[in-house]
Nanobody
């Protein structure tokens, strides 16, 4: 079964950039829709972005124009490039996978990583 592991979280200053990675093992990512979510204590899990099997993408309004998502099939990895970061982007970021083209809501995803912490602070 597919497993995903996030990495790349860090402490960064406002206005800075980070690239998160979602690396998959055992099964090719190309057959899965991959979503990025973020969680802040006390708040609902927020979908940030998703990349479908045809590489079409979605972004939440809060990150549109600042974040990009991409997939490297050779490395079996999906990346979330985050620019112009602000303290409001501070959260634990998770990637999730679901077999098929569609980017579903969070409760439909069946495979989740352990998360990576992103902190934006001066």
């Amino acid at each position: 079964q597919l497993r995903v592991v996030e990495s790349g979280g860090d402490l960064v200053q406002p206005g800075g950039s980070l690239r998160l990675s979602c690396a998959a093992s055992k099964v090719a990512l190309d057959y899965y829709a991959i979503g990025w979510f973020r969680q802040v204590p006390g708040k609902e899990n927020e979908e940030v972005s998703c990349i479908r099997t045809d590489r079409s993408t979605t972004f939440s309004d809060s990150v549109k124009g600042r974040f990009t998502i991409s997939k490297d099939s050779a490395k079996n990895t999906v990346y979330l490039e985050m620019n112009s970061l602000s303290p409001e982007d501070t959260a634990v970021y998770y990637c999730a996978a679901r077999l098929g083209w569609h980017c579903p809501t969070a409760n439909i995803y069946t495979i989740w990583g352990q998360g990576t912490q992103v902190t934006v602070s001066s």
